[in-house]
């Protein structure tokens, strides 16, 4: 996992990761017995940025209001 860090680790070098978050802009995965279970990221004030990373990821519907794996079903025989 990249960039990550124990919350063993964490704990007493806060401030260090804190500093390091604010000049990388990168986040920080907090990890428990491996296993992640926080993420620190910068705070970020413009909210159309992370809407502009969803920019040409929606595929095109003919017809959005049709349930999709309509064949899958059983239950619809």
Do not use: C
Request: no cysteine.
């Amino acid at each position: 996992m990249e960039n990550a860090v124990s919350k063993s680790r964490f704990k007493p070098n806060a401030l260090k990761y804190f500093r390091q978050i604010e000049d990388t802009g990168k986040e920080l995965i907090i990890t428990d017995h491996g296993k992640p279970k926080l993420k620190i990221v910068p705070y970020n004030n413009d909210p159309m940025e992370t809407l502009n990373s969803l920019r040409n990821t929606v595929i095109k519907y003919i017809d959005p209001l049709k349930p999709i794996a309509e064949k899958d079903w059983e239950a619809m025989k």
